[in-house]
């Protein structure tokens, strides 16, 4: 089984910075894309920030210049630098791996999410 752990979620004044790590464990052969996915209350997830395997990224709009994703491949490991932080930010973040796990095909994995609340 694989399983995706997220931390460094928490609460932090406007203009703060978190870092949020996602790590991946149990029966992994390969990782393509990796992402990051917020959830604000009553709103549509929405996809923060995502890492192709190649090492491409891309932003949505809302957060460039002020996040910065980046993946360790050898851990398994996503991060999200979140700096400048802003009231808008406050959401649950979850983060999503394409990962091959003893067969052909990759799948989707989520973790459980991680709590952010931005104050201002």
């Known amino acids: 089984q694989v399983q995706l752990v997220e931390s460094g979620g928490g609460l932090v004044q406007a203009g703060g910075s978190l870092r949020l790590s996602c790590a991946a464990s149990g029966s992994i052969f390969s990782i393509n894309d990796m992402g990051w996915y917020r959830q604000a209350p009553g709103k549509q997830r929405e996809l923060v920030a995502a890492?192709?395997?190649?090492?491409?990224?891309n932003y949505a709009d809302s957060v460039k210049g002020r996040f910065t994703i980046s993946r360790d491949n050898a851990k398994n490991t996503v991060y999200l630098q979140m700096n400048s932080l802003k009231p808008e930010d406050t959401a649950v973040y979850s983060c999503?791996?394409?990962?091959?796990?003893?067969?052909?095909?990759?799948?989707?994995?989520w973790g459980r999410g991680t709590q952010v609340t931005v104050s201002s």
């Open positions: 999503n791996m394409e990962i091959q796990s003893g067969g052909p095909y990759f799948l989707a994995y």
């Open positions: 890492t192709l395997r190649g090492g491409s990224t």
